[in-house]
């Protein structure tokens, strides 16, 4: 074999297999390999730009209540609302955490923020506990009654909460906890059991079944195999509920103003009654502060967990 035979022997072994097999085929009569696309193609310019216009949309009221909550009154007398301001200011902030008045009192938001605190804390705990039982045991513990059961709790997901409340103060009154922070604690709990049970159901019923009956094989009960198999596998799901209890729990008005009295109001009411005060002057800088500081908390936490929240949500819902 001739040094040109080698040669080029040589370099069709040092391409690649796709390349060696074109090259021995001789010239290419069509094109080959992945189709470019381009950046600004039609559709990607209708996609971003329909997300953009809806991002701005819902992020302009936000950039107002920021923009607003770091001005002083004589700026906000301009009537420019959207406008930077020019001396920025924290003292509206303070003024909404500390002393703005609430009705009689005047020790801002904080109290009402403490308060959440006690609510949103044991009702989502105590909800979440329970209906993943409640998920687990109607996805893989099949007893009598257990349709009846879950159509029971399905209902009571859509029945309105304005068509209860009677009946429930009338039940929390005899039980002696009514306008107390138990009492509220208590209704959350069962108000945010029916949907969190369905997710939990849909979630477990979505895991293989293999791994439940091998667990039954080896002799593992009810608790066994719910704390040392559904447990670990469960983390996209525990999330979704905790984030819907959360953020429910806390940006409730209703249950809040029904069943507690003015020291045990949560921070939406404390908030409704800040802005809603009529004595002196409108001030819309404290205002938009108070808004900022009680949407706070549900807003960091679909920030931190927000794409395990799309997980659970996807995967709870492959079998129902």
Aim: aromatic content about 12%.
């Amino acid at each position: 074999m001739s040094n040109s035979e080698d040669a080029s022997v040589a370099e069709t072994v040092s391409l690649k297999p796709g390349a060696a097999l074109a090259a021995a085929a001789g010239p290419p009569s069509e094109p080959w390999g992945r189709k470019p696309r381009r950046t600004l193609s039609r559709r990607n310019i209708m996609l971003y730009g329909t997300l953009l216009v809806a991002a701005l949309y819902y992020l302009l009221p936000l950039y107002v209540m920021v923009v607003t909550s770091l001005k002083g009154m004589p700026e906000i007398r301009l009537g420019n609302i959207f406008s930077p301001p020019v001396e920025v200011t924290f003292e509206p902030w303070a003024k909404a955490w500390a002393t703005a008045c609430t009705g009689l009192n005047c020790d801002g938001l904080s109290r009402g923020f403490w308060n959440s605190v006690r609510i949103t804390v044991p009702s989502t705990l105590i909800s979440i506990l329970v209906a993943s039982v409640n998920g687990y045991a109607l996805a893989n513990w099949k007893f009598k009654g257990a349709d009846l059961f879950f159509t029971i709790l399905i209902i009571g997901a859509f029945i309105p909460y304005q068509v209860m409340i009677y009946p429930i103060v009338i039940v929390l009154r005899e039980m002696g906890i009514y306008g107390t922070l138990t009492g509220l604690v208590i209704v959350h709990t069962i108000f945010g059991m029916p949907i969190l049970t369905l997710l939990f159901r849909n979630y477990f019923s979505s895991l293989p079944e293999e791994l439940f009956k091998a667990a039954r094989i080896d002799g593992a009960g009810f608790w066994q195999i719910y704390f040392r198999i559904m447990l670990p596998m469960s983390l996209p799901i525990f999330v979704v509920a905790m984030i819907l209890q959360i953020t429910g729990i806390w940006n409730d008005f209703l249950f809040g103003v029904v069943f507690t009295r003015p020291e045990y109001y949560p921070m939406t009411v404390q908030l409704n009654n800040i802005v809603n005060s009529v004595q002196g002057v409108k001030e819309y800088n404290v205002n938009m502060a108070a808004t900022l500081l009680t949407g706070a908390v549900p807003l960091i936490v679909y920030f931190v967990s927000g794409r395990l929240f799309v997980r659970g949500i996807a995967a709870g819902a492959v079998k129902g």
